[in-house]
């Protein structure tokens, strides 16, 4: 082959390589560089949505914790506040049970002293006792020295009149005694009122009440003729009370 043949092939072959060397920079070059720019993108974005996703995912688990931090000392304040309930409720149960009983005797205690200022009664009747004997006695129950003094200027020479004296001295002590008991029932009931039922309240308020009636009406000094079947009356209601009171009583002590 001729240099000029030659020639020719090589610059058909370099024209050739420029032709395809220019195809491939305008056609394909443009698209890989395009498609590797996406690619770049793309993992780049991923990137990118990984760590928001793991931003949001670190801040939600913080909040979570928080919520359950708070969560937990409402819970733990509820459980305070329930437990304290709970040994209220057992405290106010107990104060009940030594309550109801306590009342129960004292009314029922004031009601027996009353009952006994009237109807039969065992009395003494000092016959046989000496002076001496008969001072002893009054001074053990309280008398005053004016009316140990007065019995006794009586006793040797004027008996009747001295019996008379002491058994009326003695009637005023029997009268101040169960006024004395019925004191102790009424301030019993209102320093306990917190721990009674409505019921127990009511019941218990209208026996003391009858009470403090029927012992006026039994008391000699008042100076007023009190009809019997008022008393009886009274005596019937406070009866009938004391037995509601008791049943009510029971029924509050064992059923809760």
Not at 89 to 110: G, I, S
Not at 213 to 234: F, K, T
Request: glycine fraction near 2%.
């Amino acid at each position: 082959m001729d240099i000029f043949g030659t020639l020719t092939v090589s610059t058909v072959i370099s024209a050739l390589i420029t032709f395809i060397g220019g195809l491939f920079v305008k056609s394909y070059l443009p698209t890989y560089m395009k498609e590797r720019g996406k690619n770049l993108a793309t993992k780049k974005d991923i990137a990118d949505i990984t760590r928001k996703t793991e931003e949001v995912k670190s801040e939600f688990l913080s909040k979570l914790e928080l919520e359950k931090k708070e969560i937990n000392i409402e819970i733990e304040k509820v459980k305070l506040e329930q437990n304290q309930l709970f040994k209220n409720f057992e405290l106010f149960t107990q104060k009940r049970h030594e309550c109801y009983p306590e009342l129960y005797k004292l009314l029922e205690v004031a009601n027996g002293q009353i009952r006994q200022l009237r109807g039969s009664r065992r009395t003494l009747t000092f016959q046989n006792v000496s002076a001496t004997d008969i001072e002893n006695f009054m001074r053990e129950r309280n008398f005053t020295s004016y009316d140990v003094d007065s019995i006794l200027q009586n006793w040797d020479n004027n008996k009747p009149v001295a019996l008379q004296s002491l058994n009326n001295r003695l009637r005023r002590i029997e009268y101040e005694d169960a006024w004395s008991k019925y004191i102790e029932a009424n301030d019993y009931f209102f320093f306990n009122q917190i721990y009674m039922s409505d019921d127990v309240e009511r019941i218990a308020y209208e026996i003391k009440n009858d009470l403090h009636d029927l012992w006026l009406n039994y008391d000699l000094d008042i100076g007023v003729a009190i009809p019997l079947e008022e008393n009886q009356r009274l005596i019937q209601k406070i009866d009938l009370n004391r037995q509601q009171l008791k049943s009510i009583m029971r029924e509050e002590l064992y059923s809760r």
